[in-house]
């Protein structure tokens, strides 16, 4: 005959898991975010001419709590990944998935407050050995930017275009 557990062995058990379990990276993208890339008509035509990319690069960080305040950087923050995380995308206006990178709990358990997120942009640097593009950047809560696509505007440095920062 089956009988249930009961509420209190269930949680026993539960809390044993759980502590035998090792602390894992949470799910990479549980970090991503959707971007709308916006280019001029010059920059659009310049990096379609010139089979040219796009180069984004991301920074997670965090306030440190008050027993993490030695590990964190120059700038105060504590780091959530060993280095920046980047990805390429096609050298075109449109929607762009930034995909985020694996973050460990016990680095999580360091902050005290949001997971925050730096995003630039770059050409990809395919065809010239200097970046063309001057971009909008994301400096800000993750959460926020989770909200809804953000829009990027991108256009080329001798445009000298007016950027700014987002959320």
């Known amino acids: ?54 180069f984004l690069f991301a920074a997670y960080y965090g306030d440190p709590n008050r027993q993490s305040g030695k590990y964190a950087d120059e700038a105060g923050h504590i780091d959530l990944t060993t280095q920046s995380v980047t990805m390429t995308a096609p050298g075109r206006s449109g929607p762009v998935h930034f995909k985020g990178p694996p973050i460990s709990a016990r680095r999580l358990a360091m902050l ?22 001057a971009c ?21 440095i001798d445009e000298r275009p007016a950027t700014s920062m987002k959320p």
């Not at 044993?16 to 549980?30: G, L, W």
């Not at 407050?113 to 995003?119: A, E, K, R």
């Open 112 to 133: 005290d407050g949001p997971v925050m997120i730096n995003l630039n942009i770059a050409s990809a640097r395919k065809s010239s050995a200097d970046n063309l593009l």
């Open 1 to 54: 005959m089956y009988r249930p557990a009961s509420l209190a062995a269930l949680a026993l058990a539960a809390t044993v898991c759980a502590a035998a379990t090792p602390a894992r990276p949470a799910a990479a993208d549980s970090y991503g975010f959707d971007l709308d890339i916006a280019l001029s008509q010059k920059a659009a035509a310049t990096l379609a001419a010139r089979h040219e990319q796009l």
């Open 136 to 156: 909008d950047f994301i400096d800000g809560k993750l959460a926020d930017v989770r909200k809804a696509p953000i829009t990027l505007h991108c256009g080329l």
